[in-house]
């Protein structure tokens, strides 16, 4: 949990699309962002010239319950 927080990722303030951000300092959140479209192009095996793939969460809490989903099992607990 301290190597995560100690990330850059952390605290960083991103709002916006990759390369038009509201803030600078956010090359790897953008790095990290392309990748994510490109796989989820990928997973679904669609052609990036066609689609379009937003994958910001909506807002905190819903991201949030994204990462809970994905690490703690069924039943488990915080």
């Not at 991103?14 to 990290?32: I, K």
Request: hydrophobic share 30%; net charge negative; charged share 20%.
């Amino acid at each position: 949990v301290l190597e995560a927080l100690g990330s850059c990722m952390n605290n960083k303030y991103s709002e916006g699309y990759p390369g038009q951000r509201y803030y600078g300092g956010t090359e790897h959140v953008d790095e990290l962002e392309r990748l994510c479209q490109k796989r989820a192009l990928e997973a679904f095996g669609l052609d990036a010239d066609k689609w379009g793939v937003n994958v910001q969460p909506y807002s905190g809490s819903p991201a949030n319950f994204a990462i809970y989903t994905a690490v703690v099992e069924p039943h488990g607990r915080i």
